[in-house]
């Protein structure tokens, strides 16, 4: 049931879901420590993302620099530092998701629209 579950990745080492042959013609198992997290309730899912940014971001190997100067931008901005919890519950059921008793899935009824960004919010991802 592992598949169905929803969950988040670090886009740079885990891109694909299963084991691949890399240019070398080796296989390659694309995770680092760290890079998968199955959040419990999608009121979980800002910690989760927060253990991904702070636990394995900085020593993800296969982050481009670009990134990760972006992502210092990003982490000295107060306006993005206001973005609630409730946001990040209002956006995963936007997207369809929902709790069930095996984790998160997807919903199969249409899902309520995105939460509005605040202004300052707003200012800075027009910015950006």
Request: proline share 9%.
């Amino acid at each position: 049931w592992i598949r169905q579950r929803v969950g988040i990745r670090c886009p740079h080492c885990h891109p694909h879901k299963y084991p691949y042959m890399n240019r070398n013609g080796q296989v390659h198992h694309p995770r680092e420590r760290g890079s998968v997290y199955y959040p419990t309730t999608i009121a979980s899912i800002y910690n989760a993302t927060m253990n991904l940014l702070q636990r394995h971001l900085h020593s993800c190997s296969s982050v481009p620099h670009d990134i990760m100067a972006r992502y210092a931008e990003l982490k000295a901005d107060d306006a993005r530092s206001g973005t609630s919890k409730k946001y990040w519950v209002d956006s995963a059921k936007s997207l369809g998701l929902i709790d069930t008793p095996k984790g998160i899935h997807f919903s199969s009824l249409r899902p309520p629209p995105l939460p509005s960004l605040s202004q300052q919010q707003f200012r800075t991802v027009v910015s950006s």
